[in-house]
């Protein structure tokens, strides 16, 4: 028994499932989880010292790869100055005036301290905002975990059985409707039939969390004209795609204009963020200037501020990392179909940027009922076969891969040749 088996023996006797968040645990590919010790580049190394090629950068936020000097030692230098104040920081200032410079058409920010934290308080000003109660959502779509968007969630709730979350009361549950991502005739359908009611209209740009599914043409343009045309506001979840896409994120990749937009991961380096943005006529209705109530203990935390700053500094600076991890996710895609092709596996690949995601069907995924045709328990098995061979995947069938700028050609090399060999195995 390795370390990692050890430790899980022991975590599940103190932690639900032996982790802090349930898709870590394994469950959808059927092992132990790894235990991480230490990160550095587009490594991580478990405890028992194995070393592998990482996709999962801890979901997102390492797109520069793990342990950057530039992020590691703006944490280390504000560390010094001490944890957390609870006042306003010089930094707060400054990671917002950076984002309201490189996001269009947002005005204003208020950090918090997750993407949950972020969607829900979007959610509750759009609410505020219109006066009216429901939201659209997108089933297999996923926006963290409050009450109102766990409604035919994706990601984790989805491989873990319960897409819809007990313990949200049917009262919360009636007022989020799910359409289909990538289908405007169900969002019609539903703003026809709840007309004048919907609060707003909430989707990832592109929908990474039931594997990585990207827009139909015209689809997030329908969207916006059908929100303009009922009143109801768009909010672009970007916890995944912001600052991934393009330094403006989807809003700057697709050239469609959210009334909110959410961000997470990316905008923390590495350390607990999330933030929700719009122009300052939405943003000035949250206290204290407004109505709609929202607060945080450690939002806009100076350590974690630093780590933010350094990060989107970086990328400001360094706008060659868009094309690079643009460039790496599709030569990881054609590399990928291509050992499909030779050895006939039963998978096709979507990617977009350095966004991507193996879907074990042989048939082509726009929509999230191609998702589910998925054969997970043959991903659970390219999982198992990948983790041997040093590459360590998202470990569940609807999730995405995660280029960084520090996979080099060598990892990449490595990475499709352990996938050919899993997929003649398969
Ligand atoms: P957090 O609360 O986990 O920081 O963010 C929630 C969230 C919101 N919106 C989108 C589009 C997201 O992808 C997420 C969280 N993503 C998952 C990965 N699918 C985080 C991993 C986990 O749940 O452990």
Not at 171 to 193: G, P, R, Y
Not at 251 to 271: H, R, S, W
């Amino acid at each position: 028994m390795g370390r990692s088996e050890e430790l899980f023996e022991q975590a599940i006797k103190v932690l639900p499932g032996g982790v802090n968040s349930p898709v870590r645990a394994y469950r959808a590919v059927g092992m132990a989880p790894r235990f991480i010790t230490r990160a550095d580049g587009p490594f991580i190394w478990d405890e028992d010292g194995k070393q592998y090629i990482d996709y999962v950068c801890s979901w997102g936020p390492m797109i520069l790869g793990h342990n950057h000097p530039v992020i590691r030692e703006a944490v280390e230098k504000a560390v010094k100055d001490g944890l957390s104040f609870g006042a306003p920081t010089r930094r707060e200032v400054e990671i917002a005036q950076l984002m309201v410079d490189l996001v269009p058409n947002i005005e204003m920010v208020r950090m918090v301290n997750s993407g949950t934290e972020a969607v829900m308080s979007a959610v509750r000003l759009a609410r505020g905002a219109t006066g009216r109660d429901k939201i659209i959502k997108f089933e297999g779509c996923y926006h963290g975990h409050s009450d109102c968007l766990l409604v035919n969630a994706g990601s984790s709730a989805l491989a873990g059985g319960h897409p819809s979350s007990a313990g949200v009361p049917e009262d919360i549950v009636k007022h989020t409707l799910t359409a289909q991502f990538n289908d405007l005739s169900s969002v019609e359908a539903l703003l026809d039939a709840w007309s004048g009611q919907i609060a707003c209209i909430i989707v990832e740009p592109v929908a990474a969390n039931m594997g990585v599914v990207g827009p139909a043409p015209g689809f997030l343009e329908g969207l916006r004209k059908l929100c303009d045309k009922s009143g109801a506001l768009l909010i672009f979840d970007e916890v995944i795609t912001g600052f991934r896409l393009a330094l403006g994120g989807a809003q700057a990749y697709f050239g469609v204009k959210a009334d909110l937009v959410t961000f997470g991961k990316i905008i923390g380096g590495g350390m607990p963020v999330g933030a929700y943005c719009g122009s300052r006529a939405l943003m000035e209705q949250v206290a204290p200037c407004g109505p709609v109530y929202q607060a945080g203990t450690l939002s806009g935390n100076p350590v974690a501020m630093a780590a933010g700053l350094a990060q989107l500094t970086y990328l400001k600076e360094h706008p060659e990392v868009y094309t690079d991890i643009a460039a790496k996710g599709e030569q990881l895609a054609a590399g990928l179909r291509q050992a499909i092709a030779k050895t006939g596996a039963p998978v096709v690949v979507n990617q977009i940027g350095s966004l991507l995601a193996p879907f074990f069907t042989p048939t082509a995924v726009t929509t999230f009922v191609d998702a589910k045709g998925s054969d997970v328990g043959k991903y659970a098995k390219y999982f198992q076969g990948m983790l041997e061979r040093g590459v360590a995947l998202a470990p569940a069938q609807f999730e995405a891969m995660f280029v960084s700028a520090a996979h080099g050609e060598a990892e990449l090399q490595a990475t499709l040749d352990a996938a050919e060999e899993v997929f003649r195995s398969l």
